[in-house]
């Protein structure tokens, strides 16, 4: 009740009533005086005063309401006027998208629904990549039925890209075309036609848009390490360096050359801003991952290294969430489970839709033989970062932890996916090979093994023992797979 009358008064409800009283006081002494002058029938001055006194709740309704209005008109025109402001502050540092309303080439509201519904799917996929910033949909919306150019909501916005799309329908099949634009010359990066059947097409919505989102997303980074390749190197800032680093390894896959190459661009951008914490967690990282992979020629002073670069990102961001898990997962493939699982943990709990960090929690809980959670984990990363530079990564240790689990038939597909992801990343062929060696298909594991040798020459089972454990070494040879070495 308390709460109630403070709300009365901060509306100005009770200042509202005093008025009304007072305008109805000298109605009344109006009325009465008229009836005086006028000999008016004795009933006028008691209508006036019943009328008055029905008008009274009324208007004190419409005093609480006009407040209302007023503070929702504040905020669309707040929202409205600032999301340029509000995205020079959230996105100048990272690539920026708004997913404009999908057009319809009918009158069909149907298709419409469904239009809309695939912009606002695209819009939550989108939202959750990382070092990708999304305008909310109600924002995008605001452009729907305006036809509007792409710059001039480059600027409105302070967005890098805008995705258009339409949809019509092509006989029984629904045709979804979407294009890519760079807003501040206009230019077409990309662009594509999705054809669907129309009457599965709600069925199919979540697998078409997944599938949108993934190329798009591919696009973006591509776009951006385009970019800042044309900024000559002396000129390059810290942050350039840091998303050059993540397009290298997304685009390239993993190799010793690569990560020698996104190593280095760590360092330099540590070097321009050595209060970038999240260079020197993302570099405690893959020094960590190239050090248990061989990809390090020094992996003891890549050790030294990650566990520096990890301490330093901690002191300058304890409470990020991209540096935590970055650090997180480097203790952990470090072999310091105990110090990198709670640190880890405590980044899903400021961000729990850091992909990366459930990545890592679950790589480190399927090192630890906590199979069941650690297989969820991963799964759920995945599908939070479909597009992902640890995707390979993440589906090699995950279809590890299926096999020991007994899901041959779950695991040999993710084997497989991860080989597909990245070529160059022999640890999804040792996947492979162990899962068809579980199956009793020896031949096929063999020829995966010699993939994962030929990719790295010098694995050998010492090798294979140390990176994936005694368990994944002692199956392939007990199979009778051979590891050349």
Not at 376 to 398: C, R
Request: net charge negative; with cysteine.
């Amino acid at each position: 009740m308390i709460e109630f009358l403070k709300e009365l008064r901060r509306r100005k409800v009770w200042l509202f009533a005093g008025v009304y009283l007072a305008l109805a006081w000298v109605l009344l002494q109006v009325a009465i005086a008229l009836e005086d002058t006028l000999s008016l029938p004795t009933w006028v001055d008691q209508v006036t005063l019943v009328l008055l006194g029905l008008g009274f709740p009324v208007a004190l309704l419409l005093a609480w309401a006009q407040d209302s209005n007023a503070s929702t008109a504040k905020k669309a025109t707040t929202e409205s006027a600032s999301p340029s402001t509000t995205m020079a502050h959230e996105g100048r540092n990272r690539p920026s998208l708004v997913i404009l309303p999908f057009t319809c080439f009918s009158g069909d509201r149907e298709l419409e629904i469904l239009a809309d519904g695939l912009t606002e799917d695209l819009t939550t996929l989108l939202g959750r990549v990382p070092d990708l910033f999304v305008i909310a949909r109600n924002t995008a919306y605001s452009y729907k039925g305006k036809a509007p150019n792409v710059k001039d909501v480059g600027q409105e916005l302070g967005v890098r890209y805008a995705l258009e799309g339409s949809a019509r329908t092509i006989g029984e099949n629904l045709r979804i075309t979407s294009q890519l634009i760079e807003t501040q010359t206009g230019t077409h990066l990309w662009a594509e036609n999705y054809d669907r059947p129309m009457a599965a097409f709600a069925a199919i919505q979540d697998e078409l848009a997944q599938t949108m989102a993934m190329q798009l997303c591919s696009e973006i980074i591509r776009a951006e390490a385009a970019l800042a390749k044309q900024v000559p190197a002396a000129n390059q800032d810290a942050l350039s360096c840091h998303q050059q680093a993540k397009a290298l390894l997304l685009f390239k896959g993993w190799s010793k050359k690569s990560f020698s190459e996104a190593t280095n661009l760590l360092r330099q951008a540590i070097e321009l801003d050595p209060d970038l914490a999240a260079a020197h967690a993302y570099l405690a990282m893959l020094l960590a991952i190239g050090g248990l992979a061989y990809y390090a020629s020094d992996r003891q002073a890549a050790h030294e290294e990650a566990l520096a670069a990890a301490e330093r990102a901690l002191d300058l961001a304890p409470q990020s969430s991209e540096v935590l898990g970055c650090v997180g997962c480097a203790y952990s493939d470090l072999g310091l489970h105990q110090k990198g699982i709670p640190i880890i943990e405590k980044a899903i709990e400021i961000d729990a839709t850091n992909a990366q960090a459930f990545a890592a929690l679950g790589a480190a809980k399927i090192v630890t033989l906590d199979l069941e959670n650690g297989v969820k984990d991963l799964e759920h990363a995945i599908k939070l970062s479909p597009v992902n530079a640890g995707s390979a990564v993440w589906k090699a240790v995950l279809s590890i932890g299926q096999a020991v689990l007994g899901d041959l038939a779950a695991a040999l597909e993710m084997a497989r996916q991860a080989c597909k992801d990245d070529p160059r990343y022999y640890p999804g062929y040792i996947a492979m090979a162990l899962v068809l060696a579980l199956q009793g298909s020896k031949e096929e594991a063999q020829v995966a093994m010699d993939e994962a040798q030929r990719i790295l020459p010098e694995l050998d089972r010492t090798k294979v023992r140390e990176f994936l454990g005694d368990w994944v070494e002692q199956t392939l040879v007990e199979s009778g797979i051979e590891i050349r070495n």
